[in-house]
């Protein structure tokens, strides 16, 4: 079966709008040649900035446009996607509804406080299928545990509950699903708030600022990030740990949409913020996510790669020369940055090292891989431009949804 390439949907989310190739250049603010050669089949990728800017031109959303995968790899009999989009989307939560029957016989609050625990570091294993079957219960027992609790044990149950929602949210971004992934962060916010935690209300910004990057918002993703950094601005010499992760957090999350803006001066400047910030708190767990000065460094190289016209690939080669991948503690984050790095070894012409270390990537994170829409962009124009049959590319490819008989 054919797949349908980036240039197929281009076209036919351009005639469906009736405009010419030439009035889909202007509104995009792209080169015509661009759109020609894309929809012809000469090319079958373009930098994101590009495609990001194609999409607001014609009107849809960047993640339908670069034709992401939806799905999980694993079906479950106890839950998957649609499963966590109804306990995302929960229907009983609504104003005016007659809610179904409660949840009988809830479970204990430590042990479902242990199960967000599990369920967070499967997370950043990668291992999406499984979660997806679990999470939605998890879900809808967290309202049960919250129902029954009171007084600071209620505080805690909704704080852990808010990084339940943080998790679904991840999760729906990942599988493609980034209007689940908007509700979820709503629910994790408003979960903060009953957990009184200020903190836990900036990692939902933090979380929102991601999906709004995902959703190619990127002005946004910035200004959100970037205001509640400010309002969260902790003294640095009296600051706890957790203070400056969440903060750090949050100039980072801002840092790679203003990046991707073409604001590199803005982007460094947020990062030498969380750098700072890094160096003070030291390595820190908590909020269901990690903040250290190699999380920095990671960025660096990811926000030397961004931007239409301003990518700095030899930066991010030089940046990454000074990280120690071991270093990294989640399995997840180790494998993005060194997606990073194979989209930086190709710009530089190292098409072999690049080739080599999206197999290395590939072999310790597969299911996660097929989820990445720069893996596939990355190995497009590998495709494009290989001179000699690559039978190790081609596999890939075909691995990852890329049609290697373009």
């Given at each position: 079966m054919t797949q349908r390439t980036i240039g197929d949907r281009i076209q036919c989310l351009r005639e469906f709008r009736d405009l010419t190739q030439e009035q889909l250049a202007q509104r995009a603010?792209?080169?015509v040649d661009t759109i020609r050669k894309l929809e012809q089949g000469q090319r079958h990728s373009a930098r994101i900035t590009t495609l990001r800017a194609l999409a607001r031109a014609l009107d849809v959303e960047l993640h339908r446009l670069l034709g992401q995968a939806t799905v999980t790899q694993t079906l479950s009999d106890d839950g998957g996607l649609l499963a966590l989009r109804d306990a995302i989307q929960d229907i009983n939560a609504l104003p005016g509804v007659l809610a179904d029957d409660q949840i009988e016989d809830p479970p204990a609050a430590d042990a479902w406080v242990g199960s967000v625990k599990d369920a967070t570091d499967l997370y950043w294993k990668g291992g999406y299928s499984e979660l997806s079957g679990t999470l939605p219960l998890l879900?809808?027992?967290?309202?049960?545990?919250?129902?029954?609790?009171?007084?600071?044990a209620a505080e805690r149950v909704w704080g852990?509950?808010?990084?339940?929602?943080?998790?679904?949210?991840?999760?729906?971004?990942?599988a493609g699903h980034p209007d689940w992934a908007f509700a979820a962060v709503e629910r994790q916010l408003a979960a903060a708030v009953r957990a009184s935690d200020p903190l836990m209300e900036g990692m939902g910004v933090s979380t929102l600022s991601w999906v709004l990057l995902r959703q190619g918002?990127?002005?946004?993703?910035?200004?959100?990030?970037e205001r509640k950094a400010d309002a969260l601005e902790p003294p640095m010499r009296r600051a706890t740990p957790k203070q400056l992760a969440v903060y750090g957090n949050l100039l980072i999350a801002a840092a790679t949409p203003a990046a991707r803006r073409d604001q590199r001066a803005e982007a460094k400047d947020l990062l030498n913020l969380a750098e700072t910030a890094a160096t003070r708190s030291g390595p820190v767990r908590a909020y269901g996510s990690a903040f250290s000065l190699v999380d920095v460094k990671t960025q660096q190289v990811n926000v030397a790669l961004a931007g239409r016209d301003t990518a700095e690939p030899e930066t991010a080669i030089e940046v990454a020369g000074t990280i120690d991948v071991g270093s990294i503690s989640r399995p997840v984050h180790s494998a993005a940055y060194r997606l990073d790095v194979a989209q930086a070894r190709y710009q530089t012409g190292d098409g072999e090292g690049a080739l080599e270390m999206l197999l290395e990537v590939e072999g310790d994170q597969p299911e996660w891989i097929r989820y990445q829409t720069l893996a596939a962009a990355t190995v497009r124009e590998m495709l494009e431009a290989e001179r000699r049959r690559s039978t190790p590319l081609r596999a890939l490819a075909g691995r990852l949804g890329v049609d290697p008989a373009m």
């Open positions: 603010g792209v080169s879900l809808r027992d967290g309202h049960a545990v919250a129902r029954d609790a009171t007084g600071s852990q509950l808010a990084l339940a929602y943080q998790l679904a949210a991840c999760l729906a971004t990942q918002r990127w002005e946004q993703a910035q200004r959100v990030a």
